[in-house]
């Protein structure tokens, strides 16, 4: 169970910081 959860926040994170880098992406296009 705790490497489970551990795996399943992992995947979170990773999730968050590739939408984070998409939406940076998306306002630096728009910018320039």
């Known amino acids: 169970m ?3 959860t551990v795996l ?3 995947g979170a ?3 968050y910081a590739a939408l984070s880098e998409g939406v940076v ?3 630096y296009l ?3």
Request: aromatic share 0%.
């Open 8 to 10: 399943i926040e992992g």
């Open 2 to 4: 705790g490497a489970r």
């Open 25 to 27: 992406d998306e306002i």
């Open 30 to 32: 728009t910018i320039v």
């Open 13 to 15: 994170m990773l999730n």
